[in-house]
Every structure is written in C-alpha cells, then in structure tokens.
C-alpha cells in the first residue's frame, strides 16, 4: 500500500505520525491531506533509513537543495559533501542531479548517507547512457527510459521529477507562441528532442499507466516537471507553460486515481506580479497538488546573487500557497555550486519558506520571531545566536566584531536604543 | 529658491534635467512630481559636485547604504572605503550614520570625496556631543539639536532623518500598546529619552518651522523619521507606529507649503502580508510623499543574513509603490559590517528594487532583463556577465568553475537544454 492508499482507508501511517509530530499538527490531519492528495510523503519503501518528511497543505513550507556531479567535475566526495552540508545548513530534501562519473554508485551513496527524501530526474541518466553508447542524448528507446526508472526505484529514491507535460501538442504551442529562451529544462529538452526526431508522442504521457505502476510499487512520489518552465521573465505564464501544466493537472487526478501521491512543479522565472496568479493556477488546474517551484526568479539579471532573487519569488510563492522551494545557489547560471554555494543557497530558501510560513499561520512559525524579539529586547546575546537561522554564520558575525564584554554591540555602543528607551521607560537602567 | 519651489513655478532646473535623462523620462514629468511632492530631488546647495538623483514617482527606485564609525569602530579610512564600495556596488545615496571618533570630519570627507546624495541623523551628532560632555545622550539643549542641524546642513547634508513625529502623545500610545521591542530607532531612543526626562514635547515637532527654515535654506530634503518604528514582526503596524505616521502625514503638508521637499520613512520588522498595506497607508496618509522604507525585514531570525531577509520585503514594498530602499547588510543586528558586507547589501537591495522597477513599468527595467535573456539563449558568455548586477562577481564565478574555451557551463556540460533544443527546433546545430 502507498501512504495516499493507507490514507484512504483511515489508516494513520508510521510516516504520518512523525510528519505530525514534527510538524505539531495533529495525525488525522495530515493523513486527511494524504488521503486528498494535497499533502505527500514522498518515502520509498527501499529507502532504508529515512526520517519522514510532509509537503503540502498545513505544513511548513519545504526546502530541497540539488546536488550532483557534472562531465565536468564528477567526484562523488565533494556531491557527499554539498548533500550532508545542505542538511546541516537545513534542507529538508536532497535531489541527486548528476550526469557525470558513474551516476547510479553516487545517487547509492546518498542514498546510504543521507536520511531525508531524496529526489532524481532519470531522464538525466536515461540521456547520458544514450549519449555515452549512442552519441546522443535522445538516441534511446522507451523500454531504456522506464529501465532506469524502474532501478532508480528499485535503489530507494523517494520522488522523481517526470515531465509528462512535455507533449508534442504543448511543444507546438510553444513553437506556436514564440519564445525568448525557448526550453530551459534539460529533462524536458531531452524529450522535446526525443519527440522531434521520432515524431513520437512522449513516453512519459503515452505510457503514464506504466510510471503509475512503477510508482505505485515503490511508492515513489510523482513530482510532475515543468518541462516548459520559461527560462526568462518575458517568457513566463505563457502558452506552452500554461498548456502544460493543464496536461499535468489531468495527470495529477489520474495518480490519485491510482492511489500515486503527486505533485507538480513550477517555474522558473517569473515577474513579481505573476508568481500569485502561478500559484493559484496551479492549485485550481492540479486540485490542490502540492506546488514545488524552482525559484522563482523574480529577475534575470542577478547571475552571483540568484539565491536572492529565487528567496524574493520563493517567499512570494509561498506565502501564495506553494509547498515546496527548490532552493537556487549563487552559482546558479553561472556553473556547479561549491559547498559554501549550497550553504548559501539552502539559508536563503529557508529564510523564503519561513517568512512565509509566518503569513501562512504554520504552526511554530511566529513563536520563533517572537523569542528572537525577546532576545534581542533583553540583548541577550547567547540566545540570539542559537535562534539565529544559521547559528554559526551569526556567531562569527558577533565575534569577528564584538568583545565578549559588552552587553550591547559595536554598531550603537553606548548609543544602544534599546538601553536608552529601558532607562526611560522604567525597564533596566544600564549605561547610558 | 528650493527644488519644489522651482518646479512650481513651472522653471525645469538643470538638477531636474539632469534626472530626466538618467531615467530616460520627461523633463516635464520630472518638475510636476517635485512641484507636487510626489518625487524629490535631495541636494544641497552647498554639496558641490552632487550628481543629482531623483526619488520618487514615476522613477527607478534608489538605494541607500548607510556608513558610519562607532565607538569601537571609529576609522575614518574605512567609512571611506565602504562609502566608495557602496557606490561602485550601485547605490544610489549614502547615509552617513557615524557616532565614534570627529564626527564633523568624517562627514566633510565624505562629502567631499562622494557625488551621490549624503543624508545623516543630526541627532547622533547631539547624542554623542551630549554624553561626551554631560555623561548623557539626552542631556542637550532645544538649541544645541538645532545648531548641529544647522552645522550640518551648512556643510552639505542632502537629506537628513527628523523623528519629528516622536510626540509625548506617540510615546504614549506606544507605552499603551505594550510592544515586545519598544523602541529600536535611536534617533526615536534619544528624543523619547529627552522628552521622558524633561517632561517637554519633541523639539523637532514644536519648532518645525524652525526646521523647515532650515531645510529652505539649503534646499535640504527632510526624512521624516519612524522613531516608533517596529523593532519585530509582533510589533509591526500597531497603533505606535501608525500614530507616528499621521503626525508625519500631517507634516509632509506642513513642509510643502513651505517648499520644502520631504520624503517619510518606514518600516522595520514587518510580516510579509502586512506589507502591501503599510506602504499604501503610508501614500495616503502623508499625500503620495516619496517612502523610504528600512528593509522591511520580513523575519526577525535572519540574522547572518538579514540583506535576504530585507530584500525580499524591499521588493514587496516597492512593488508596492516604495520609492527609496534602505539596504540592510549580512551584519545587521550583529555588528558594524565590513566592506565586503556594504557590498552584498547594497546587491541585495537592488536586486529588490529592480525586481519591484520590472513591475512598476519603470523606464528600460524590462529591457535589461530582456537582454540578458538573450545572452543565455544564445549562449553569449561575455554578455551574460556584462549583463549582470555584479559583473565582477559573475566573472569571477564564471572563471573558477569554467574553462574559457567551453561554450556551455559545467552545470550542464554536453547536456545543455539551450544547446539540444536549438539543435531540434532548427535554430543552430552544436554538439549534442
């Protein structure tokens, strides 16, 4: 049975009882969502190991980080490292995108190391055999692409991005309308290239019943990719994307017919103005399916800095409903993050989600900032440190530029506000 | 005669052309909105060398760096040296913040060696002169506050912050409220201290004619402070500060007659969904003056990276209608920050506030990111980097993770989605 399947019959799972008690909400709840499928749980049953973790409707907003190798820097240690630093730094999910070196003994090794969901696109891996035995990523059959879907799950990966939206209808709407960047996703370029050159439908929409049943077997969680996903501002909430996306809102209902947990993807690229009308089309169009967006990036031209621009659109889009950040580095656009990149860019994402989940009323949220007020309002300087974000970035912080001695910090001094304010108004006397 | 008076009688001043080619808008459109309040032009007559620089409606909106000693930090050299950073970083004004070591001197070199808009809070200056020679902030005189005020402006101060609407009436209601974090402004902080101790009003709202003197004078942009300002989420947009804000409504009315240009201050610490409304009061309330907004931080629990947390309620808050952002750096809450911290917080902000200029319908925001758009489809990598907000940083990532000699980057590699779909849509064959 898969977790929607257990849901459906009233059972409260192992896995729902940790989401909820995480998330401080009550079981029946979260199975309620289960069962409905605006909440999953995406846990293999290969997946020795794994802590639960709960995307969706009453959750707090999730942060997943990529990793993974390229042609060009293929060395497995440093992915290990980027995936444990990224969990350290608080992601609550690991995708392994790697298409360099030998990509099944690295995606085995997260998959030992690690203990949150871990993510894959095959479509990657699928590309890189056809390119290594056949010259090119699209020289391979059906039965080679549902092959690698089927050892990926059989290897224990919890949710794997398909982009069975991708259709030839869709890619002629896309020719149809234009585009600055035409397609940005490699797993959708990998099938658009596919579908062009065999003049074949895509097998991932063909053949959706044989995904459902692979997925159904493992209880993988279908993450439905934005194949589409415009790759620039002038391109966004267009067409073609919005074409696929009604495409995967059909194929959400029949997941769950199937007792599949889904979700769907999101763009990319996106003005301010349009993320919540993304949002909102998305839940409507897929019945409420969990939303993992990339991003979005509310600008194209912060190449160094798109961890930012991703935490702007990220903050927008989930304080608009979306359940799931997929967190974007300072390298982004530019090449394959560092490790410190990773850090970077799974704080500012979570820094998205949580101001979010502030406005989404999740349980907790508030509490937080409240403390840290507190802190701050009694400038204690230890307890500010622990309820910062990223603790060990606010220590080095204060003690880079603070003796250990002084109560109050080297930007005011002896001109704190908060000092001078508590002697007036009868709360402490200190030194001003 | 001042900008605004100018522009009333219809004479279109060369400061005022000056902005109109910067922003590629109408001369006339320019002088309407200065004749009307809605945009000002900071730039005293004594300041020689300004670059004029045009906040307000209609325009690009601007970003402040602040600067400063303190105590423990009083170097000269490197106030210098963030000024000069900030400025090569894009800002667009600075703020001179210093409380540590000659204040008049730092300022005068400032002033001299910078050509943006230099703004400061003259009660600093009163505060540390008070304590240096009374052994207290608040031990200064009604003409002392006004002689620094005066000082400063005969030097050349473009702008200074005035919590003028810091009344015994406000600090009341403040004290009824009951707030977590009181009062985080020290500006706010020292006048509360005054009047608390001397039983007397707020000297800047009493005498504000005197002030507006002043200001006439040198043709000084007056920021009208939020003393009261929340210093947390849970404080934000409570009576406090929305008391302030009518009193400072009615004083942007009060300056306008007098010809002064003004422009009013904001939040602070504020939730996310309480920021649309903050920013639409704020127009109402004081008639469409210019809103320099601090941050808004949309959590309090960022800090180590609190320039994320401040841009992305910057981007929310102009995209709303604020004209003028106050960066926040990484070392907000924690210390004074370095050169490399001016740096990223003044990136941070203007990725905000190009993200909010994409949506505003600002002149040419869109074009850039159109541009850069092209760049990546065409896979031009000396443009993608022109095209940058930190072409240095963007280099310089491009370079460490990049063979020169690689048209695609090693995220992708030979995997390029740009590179398969061109080849299969037609558009150019490379080597997939």
Redesign the interface.
């Known amino acids: 049975m898969t977790q929607m399947e257990a849901a459906r019959q009233g059972i409260i799972t192992n896995e729902m009882k940790e989401v909820a008690e995480q998330e401080r909400v009550d079981a029946e709840e979260v199975r309620r969502a289960i069962a409905d499928g605006t909440a999953v749980i995406p846990c293999n049953k290969n997946h020795k190991g794994l802590k639960p973790c709960g995307i969706g409707s009453g959750l707090r907003t999730k942060v997943n980080a990529n990793v993974g190798t390229?042609?060009?820097?293929a060395d497995l240690e440093e992915e290990l490292l980027k995936a444990k630093a990224a969990i350290e730094a608080g992601a609550d999910a690991i995708m392994d995108l790697s298409?360099?070196g030998d990509i099944a003994a690295i995606r085995k090794a997260i998959l030992a190391e690690i203990h949150v969901p871990l993510g894959t696109v095959p479509i990657?891996e699928v590309?890189?055999r056809a390119?290594k035995e056949r010259g090119?990523?699209?020289e391979f059959t059906e039965e080679e692409l549902f092959e690698v879907i089927e050892e990926q799950a059989e290897q224990g990966v919890d949710f794997m991005t398909v982009h069975c939206g991708v259709t030839l209808e869709a890619v002629e709407r896309l020719?149809r309308e234009g585009r600055?960047?035409?397609?940005?996703?490699?797993g959708?370029?990998?099938l658009?290239?596919w579908m062009?050159?065999s003049g074949r439908q895509n097998p991932l929409y063909e053949k959706f019943d044989k995904l459902l049943e692979i997925a159904r077997k493992y209880d993988i969680t279908l993450s439905l990719g934005d194949g589409l996903r415009p790759?620039?501002?002038?391109?966004a909430t267009d067409r073609a994307q919005i074409q696929e996306l009604i495409v995967l809102g059909e194929l959400v209902q029949e997941a769950r017919k199937h007792g599949v947990q889904v979700m769907v993807e999101g763009p990319g690229h996106v003005?301010?103005?349009q993320i919540e009308a993304n949002v909102k089309l998305q839940k409507r169009i897929c019945h409420g399916a969990p939303f993992y967006v990339l991003g979005p990036l509310?600008?194209?031209?912060?190449?160094?800095?798109d961890?930012?621009?991703a935490?702007?659109g990220g903050?927008?889009a989930a304080?608009a409903g979306a359940d799931f950040l997929c967190y974007v580095t300072?390298?982004e656009?530019?090449?394959?993050p560092t490790v410190e990149d990773v850090r970077e860019g799974v704080?500012?994402s979570r820094?998205?989600a949580?101001?979010?989940d502030?406005?989404k009323g999740v349980s907790g949220a508030?509490k937080?900032?409240?403390e840290?007020?507190?802190a701050?309002?009694n400038l204690d300087w230890d307890s500010?440190?622990k309820?910062?974000?990223?603790p060990v970035?606010?220590a080095?912080?204060?003690e880079?530029?603070?003796?250990s001695d002084?109560k109050t910090?080297?930007?005011?001094?002896?001109?704190?506000?908060?000092d001078?304010?508590?002697?007036?108004?009868g709360?402490e006397k200190i030194n001003?």
Chains 1, 2 share one sequence.
């Open positions: 390229s042609e060009a820097y298409t360099g990657y590309g890189v390119r090119s990523v699209v020719r600055i960047t035409d397609i940005v996703s490699r959708g370029a990998f658009t290239g062009l050159k790759g620039c501002l002038a391109d003005p301010m103005d509310v600008t194209d031209v912060a190449a160094g800095y961890h930012i621009a935490a702007i903050a927008i304080a300072p390298a656009h530019l090449g394959l704080i500012a820094i998205a949580h101001a979010a502030i406005v508030r937080w900032d409240l840290m007020a507190k701050r309002k500010q440190i309820l910062a974000i990223d970035k606010a080095r912080y204060r880079k530029r603070n003796t002084t910090c080297t930007i005011c001094g002896n001109f704190c506000a908060m001078v304010v508590a002697k007036f108004l709360t001003c």
